[in-house]
């Protein structure tokens, strides 16, 4: 996991997950989510990884949920012995409950995946499908089964059924017939389940209100069809939520404002209602919600008569509303919220102060060089090296052979000495990486391992495919004794398509490859040279 800076694109942290948990390959096959876990500094990051460490016994490998803080610091990672080895579900970070404390809500995929090396029971199941609700702190706070086909799919979380609890929507048949689960958050149970017959579910359901008139519908993609589900309930989803709004011009000021009593009912922290009872006579035309003193957002008229927004105000935001009559308005006075008072009167209205002006852009970065001297006591267990730069360096990598870095540690007899004890055979090509404060990297020459001169110059490069019979797998072993950058392949002279680096020391991907096809393969080292491979017929 990696984040940059927004303004720059500079690298502001890296976290490896492999350097914490036994995954195997490791791969993080979906994106994070960003939300408040921890109550401290900016917002965190929650993922799940694949967990592939056993390829002979899947029944030891369980996909792995990882939290980290808003600077990339482990907060906690939890792999259920119950989990398949696979997600695809991103998970979801929201207070459901209303209790003023974030949950989060995720599921597996019931399946390997590709198993290497490449057979029959590869994308094949492996049982029922897990999900979960966890709390903040990683704990399971309650799982459910579901027998689903592929539960690769998202969540949904919404009260479907209006019975003031929130509900997981979840792919899963019910008998021979595909459909929608609602699962309680409060405890995993079944509620009810909603038929898409004859259709299969292809994605997770959408909710919307799709008549603008404050009701609630999910929508979902099937095999050859698109499903319109109506709830007949008023609007009421934790995720997703309304859409932000999007700022526009400022609307003038008031020309004149009167009184009003402002009453709100069964707020929570992403749901405001309000009936609004002027002292004399007047006609609403339009209702404006602010929180924290930023910009007036827009409300909407419920067909039950009261005033309805959706906007995040976890408890204490100072929030307040505003009533238009024409170009007359009636300000409330301001609402602490959820702390117990739903009436307010009403106070003269004002605009909010203007925003700070942004922050002005880093200065750029000096030219980051750096110089590697290898100590004379590394051995094949030993991995030591001094960088002297006139950056400050953060961190030093290893990589042997072109594999993954390892982080060193900074030793405490040398201010520029960095090591680590792992297994380094031989004449294995050895490169290093050194990040200074603001992210950059800066990498070394590379080192041929415990022998003297430089690397061999020719690149000339063996390559031994794999699995040829499969139209779905390309997988290839390269054997040379340069640094590779990157493999590639090609089928019947088209474009060359990136292949990824495996656990077990291969390079593979996933794509289509008709039979009798030729097919090449491309190695490209740390120089940029190039070696291709003879054409292969795959069968």
């Not at 401290?40 to 799940?48: E, T, Y």
């Not at 309680?184 to 209100?209: F, L, M, Q």
């Not at 922290?269 to 602010?290: A, D, F, G, N, Y």
């Not at 090296?385 to 290893?398: E, F, K, P, R």
């Amino acid at each position: 996991m990696t984040a940059l800076n927004g303004q720059t694109g500079e690298i502001r942290w890296n976290f490896k997950a492999l350097d914490h948990f036994v995954l195997g390959s490791g791969s993080m096959p979906i994106g994070p989510t960003v939300g408040q876990l921890d109550g401290v500094g900016g917002p965190d990051i929650v993922v799940g990884a694949r967990d592939s460490h056993d390829p002979n016994n899947w029944d030891n490998d369980h996909a792995l949920l990882l939290a980290l803080d808003h600077a990339g610091r482990l907060l906690w990672g939890r792999q259920d012995p119950n989990a398949n080895p696979l997600t695809y579900t991103h998970p979801v970070i929201v207070d459901a409950d209303k209790d003023g404390q974030a949950e989060i809500y995720w599921g597996d995929w019931n399946t390997v995946g590709h198993f290497p090396p490449f057979d029959a029971t590869a994308w094949s199941t492996t049982g029922p499908a897990n999900f979960y609700r966890f709390d903040a702190g990683g704990s399971v706070v309650w799982r459910s089964e579901l027998g689903t086909w592929w539960s690769n799919k998202d969540l949904t979380i919404a009260d479907v059924d209006a019975d003031g609890a929130q509900e997981v929507l979840a792919n899963g048949p019910n008998g021979v017939d595909d459909g929608i689960w609602y699962l309680d958050t409060r405890t995993g149970a079944k509620e009810a389940w909603i038929s898409t017959a004859p259709y299969k579910v292809a994605r997770a359901p959408v909710i919307a209100d799709l008549w603008n008139t404050g009701t609630m519908q999910w929508v979902v993609e099937a095999s050859e069809a698109v499903l319109v589900f109506d709830t007949h309930n008023p609007y009421d989803s934790a995720f997703p939520h309304l859409p932000d709004p999007v700022l526009g011009v400022p609307r003038p000021p008031p020309t004149a404002f009167w009184d009003a009593t402002f009453t709100v009912k069964s707020p929570n922290m992403w749901w405001q209602e309000l009936t609004v009872t002027p002292t004399s006579p007047h006609t609403i035309s339009k209702v404006e919600v602010r929180l924290n003193e930023n910009v007036w957002l827009p409300m909407s008229k419920s067909s039950w008569g009261a005033w309805t927004s959706s906007y995040k105000a976890p408890a204490g935001t100072r929030v307040e509303f505003l009533a238009w009559d024409g170009t007359t308005a009636s300000q409330s006075l301001p609402f602490t919220w959820l702390d117990g008072t739903l009436t307010k009167g009403s106070t003269t209205p004002s605009e909010p102060p203007p925003p700070p002006p942004p922050p002005p852009p880093p200065p750029p970065p000096g030219a980051f060089a750096a110089s590697y001297q290898l100590s004379p006591n590394v051995n094949e267990w030993w991995v030591e090296v001094a960088v002297t730069s006139t950056h400050a360096i953060q961190g030093i990598n290893a990589s042997v052979d072109g594999g993954a870095w390892r982080s060193l540690s900074r030793t405490s007899w040398s201010a520029t000495s960095w090591a680590k004890s792992f297994f380094v055979e031989k004449g294995s090509l050895v490169q290093f990486r050194a990040t200074n404060s603001t992210g950059a990297f800066n990498h070394s020459q590379t080192f041929t391992w415990l022998t003297s001169g430089p690397p061999p110059t020719t690149f000339t490069a063996t390559f031994q495919p794999c699995c040829p019979d499969n139209n779905w797998w390309v997988e290839v072993k390269v054997t040379t004794d340069h640094t590779l950058s990157k493999v590639e392949a090609q089928a019947n002279g088209g474009s060359w398509v990136l292949l990824s680096k495996t656990s077990w020391g291969t390079w593979a991907k996933s794509f289509f490859v008709a039979d009798n096809s030729s097919v090449k393969f491309r190695a490209t080292n740390d120089a940029g040279a190039t070696v291709e491979s003879a054409a292969y017929t795959w069968i």
